[in-house]
């Protein structure tokens, strides 16, 4: 079955610092990949996507290449801001019999400080 | 547009009753898809409907059920509350052009469950 892998954290970080939060995922087919944010008390906001080998989603300065050869997704900016605190969920959904589910990680913590 | 709205969004309720909750999709979406949400579960899919139809199902007892009407907003249902139930429960639509998987989904704020 489909399965996405993140990181550990919490992640904490100084203001300005850059960011790389793991993704790695395991899916038949050819998966889309994701990166969504979730605020406190929000729901999940779609951050960027990619759907194909060597896509490269970006959004709010924030960057992801989808590595098919690695089936990674890695997560980067290279300069965060306090604003940037949040849970980061790297995700895949495939098409088929398994349209409409989306295959989550675990979510990754990130704190940023002035 | 309108955004992804659950109704409602704070729900407290008692071991063995039962719950149901509301989604509203974007203007224009036909799929609608359940996800819950708890702190040693992370985020777990439900069911997902598609023009009033299930088309496909988590892993979840048959406690849980959905249903969606003519104008794509949706309801779940959960009966026999369990301690276990309690959750975020988070609805997404997306617009579906077909049997492609690139479609990105849509979250609402989700409706926070609590059972006691």
């Known amino acids: 079955g489909n399965s996405v892998t993140q990181m550990e954290g919490p992640v904490t970080l100084s203001e300005e610092a850059f960011l790389t939060i793991n993704c790695t995922y395991t899916a038949t087919g050819y998966p889309s990949l994701f990166w969504y944010v979730q605020y406190p008390g929000e729901g999940l906001q779609l951050l960027l996507k990619?759907?194909?080998?060597?896509d490269k989603g970006s959004n709010k300065g924030f960057e992801a290449t989808y590595r098919k050869e690695t089936t990674s997704f890695h997560l980067e900016k290279g300069s965060v801001q306090v604003s940037d605190s949040a849970v980061y969920f790297c995700?895949?959904?495939?098409?088929?019999?398994?349209?409409?589910?989306?295959?989550f990680g675990q979510g990754t913590i990130l704190t940023v400080h002035p | 547009k309108a955004g992804v709205t659950q109704t409602p969004r704070y729900l407290i309720k008692t071991r063995g009753q039962q719950v149901t909750l509301s989604c509203s999709p974007i203007?224009?979406?036909?799929?609608v898809s359940w996800y819950q949400q708890t702190p040693g579960q992370g985020l777990q899919f439900l069911f997902e409907y598609f023009s009033e139809t299930q088309r496909n199902k988590g892993n979840f007892p048959g406690r849980f059920s959905g249903r969606q009407f003519s104008n794509s907003r949706s309801e779940m249902n959960v009966s026999t509350l369990e301690l276990g139930d309690s959750a975020l429960y988070l609805c997404a639509s997306s617009y579906h052009t077909g049997t492609g998987n690139g479609n990105e989904q849509f979250f609402g704020p989700g409706t926070r469950l609590t059972v006691l």
């Open positions: 203007s224009g979406h036909r799929s």
């Open positions: 990619a759907t194909k080998a060597d």
């Open positions: 995700a895949l959904g495939t098409g088929g019999t398994s349209y409409g589910k989306l295959t």
